[in-house]
T-cell receptor, first 114, second 111 residues
Framework: DAGVIQSPRHEVTEMGQEVTLRCKPI?????LFWYRQTMMRGLELLIY????????DSGMPEDRFSAKMPNASFSTLKIQPSEPRDSAVYFC????????????FGSGTRLTVV | KQEVTQIPAALSVPEGENLVLNCSFT??????LQWFRQDPGKGLTSLLL?????REQTSGRLNASLDKSSGRSTLYIAASQPGDSATYLC??????????FGTGTSLTVIP
């Protein structure tokens, strides 16, 4: 298995533009997590899905952020409109179950909003 | 809200030394605790997962302990190697589904 695949690896965009980050979890994993990592705040959970259903989105910072998981093999995190303070590394992770076994992170998307 | 603290923030040791990384958390009602490794520009790799009913887990040269009542965990690395250089993060999971991460300890092992 290729692991959790995220795209793009790097994204530079102008303030106000829409940004879409993509994630393909490991086949067979039924939980998917989106995290944001910054120097100031460390790793923060934004939202997680179980069996494609959003379970907890309390970490999503604002209405500008939205996430979808239309099927078991694909998820998106969208920021519209983007702002400079959204600049961070965004990680997707998947696991075998909600307890965290087999927890695997993708390589992340480094987002820079100028 | 659960708060996770890792001390020290950075550590530099000569190759071959044994070392201990510390993690403390404020709420002892946790479901499990994981230690992760993060290499520069990469994602996180799970090293060890300890369930709340367990006291320790071992994998090769790594040993993680958990003392729930005192809100502490340690990661022991034996006979350190330059390849162990990375940032080590601990994450605790309360009885809900949110993982709370510490800010990590940056380890450098000097050849």
């Amino acid at each position: 298995d290729a692991g959790v695949i995220q795209s793009p690896r790097h994204e530079v965009t102008e303030m106000g533009q829409e940004v879409t980050l993509r994630c393909k979890p490991i086949s067979g994993h039924n939980s998917l997590f989106w995290y944001r990592q910054t120097m100031m705040r460390g790793l923060e959970l934004l939202i997680y899905f179980n069996n494609n259903v959003p379970i907890d989105d309390s970490g999503m910072p604002e209405d500008r952020f939205s996430a979808k998981m239309p099927n078991a093999s694909f998820s998106t995190l969208k920021i519209q409109p983007s702002e400079p303070r959204d600049s961070a590394v965004y990680f997707c992770a998947s696991s075998l179950d909600r307890r965290g076994y087999g927890y695997t992170f993708g390589s992340g998307t480094r987002l820079t909003v100028v | 809200k659960q708060e996770v603290t890792q001390i020290p923030a950075a550590l530099s040791v000569p190759e071959g030394e044994n070392l201990v990384l510390n993690c403390s958390f404020t709420d002892s009602a946790i479901y499990n605790l994981q230690w992760f490794r993060q290499d520069p520009g990469k994602g996180l790799t799970s090293l060890l997962l300890i369930q709340s009913s367990q006291r320790e887990q071992t994998s090769g040269r790594l040993n993680a302990s958990l003392d729930k009542s005192s809100g502490r965990s340690t990661l022991y690395i034996a006979a350190s190697q330059p390849g162990d250089s990375a940032t080590y993060l601990c994450a605790v999971r309360p009885t809900g589904n949110q993982f709370y991460f510490g800010t990590g300890t940056s380890l450098t092992v000097i050849p």
